[in-house]
C-alpha cells in the first residue's frame, strides 16, 4: 500500500511570493491534517479536512489556507511569504482522523 | 491548552543499555497518546497509540505505558539502528488535532 506523497518535496521561494503544497492521502483515507514543523517551535498544527470540508484550524494567520478534493487529495497554499515561513511542511492522512501517518515532508526555504 | 513535555531533550546510549524516555501531558478529555520516531530529513513514523491508564503496547526493543498524567517509552537493548527523535502528542476527544512534544533524541553507539 503507497504511503503519503508530498510534492515537491523541497521548495525555495523569496519574500512576498506565494506557494502551493499537495499532499496525496494513503488509498482509503478521507482525513488530511498539515503540521509545520521548526527546530525552534516544533511540529504545530495547520488544518485539518474531512470528505472536502475543514474541520479544525489551527493559530496561523489567514496567510495559510487549504482545500481538499473530492478524491482526498490536499493543497496548502502560503501567500505572501515571509522569512519565518521557512519550514518543513508534513501532511499525515487517517482513515477518519485519530491515528494519523506522515508523508517524508516539503521543505520551504524562503530567502 | 494541551501541553506535552518530554524529558530528557536527548539521550546517548551504548548499544545494549536500556533507557526510558518520559513524556507527561496536560489535556482536557484524552482520546489518545501517540508515540512517533523520526529520522533525519523524514516524516514521524508512528509507533504506537494507548487509549487509558494501565495500557502497554510492544514493538521489537520498544514498548510504551500510559498513566493518567504520563507516558513512558521503555527502550530495551538498543541498538545504533534505534537512533532517532522520539516524539510524543495526544489528541483531545473532541477534535483530531496532534500536540506534540519537543522530543526526545536517541543516539545509540555501536
Known amino acids: 500500500k503507497a504511503g503519503v506523497t508530498q510534492t515537491p518535496r523541497y521548495l525555495i521561494k523569496t519574500r512576498g511570493q506565494q506557494v502551493t503544497l499537495s499532499c496525496s492521502p494513503i488509498?482509503?483515507?478521507?482525513?488530511v491534517s498539515w503540521y509545520q514543523q521548526t527546530p525552534g517551535q516544533g511540529l504545530q498544527f495547520l488544518f485539518e479536512?474531512?470528505?472536502?470540508?475543514?474541520?479544525n484550524k489551527g493559530n496561523f494567520p489567514g496567510r495559510f489556507s487549504g482545500r481538499q478534493f473530492s478524491n482526498s487529495r490536499s493543497e496548502m497554499n502560503v501567500s505572501t511569504l515571509e522569512l519565518g515561513d521557512s519550514a518543513l511542511y508534513l501532511c499525515?492522512?487517517?482513515?477518519?482522523?485519530?491515528?494519523?501517518?506522515f508523508g517524508a515532508g516539503t521543505r520551504l526555504s524562503v530567502l | 491548552e494541551d501541553q506535552v513535555t518530554q524529558s530528557p531533550e536527548a539521550l546517548r546510549l551504548q548499544e545494549g543499555e536500556s533507557s526510558s524516555l518520559n513524556c507527561s501531558y496536560t489535556v482536557s478529555g484524552l482520546r489518545g497518546l501517540f508515540w512517533y520516531r523520526q529520522d533525519p530529513g523524514k516524516g514521524p513514523e508512528f509507533l504506537f497509540t494507548?487509549?487509558?491508564a494501565g495500557e502497554e503496547k510492544e514493538k521489537e526493543r520498544l514498548k510504551a505505558t500510559l498513566t493518567k498524567k504520563e507516558s513512558f517509552l521503555h527502550i530495551t537493548a538498543p541498538k545504533p539502528e534505534d537512533s532517532a527523535t522520539y516524539l510524543c502528542a495526544v489528541q483531545r476527544s473532541n477534535d483530531y488535532k496532534l500536540s506534540f512534544g519537543a522530543g526526545t533524541t536517541v543516539t545509540v553507539r555501536a
Open positions: 499525515a492522512s487517517s482513515v477518519l482522523g485519530n491515528i494519523q501517518y
Open positions: 488509498s482509503g483515507h478521507r482525513s
Open positions: 494507548l487509549y487509558s
Open positions: 479536512y474531512f470528505s472536502e470540508t475543514q474541520r
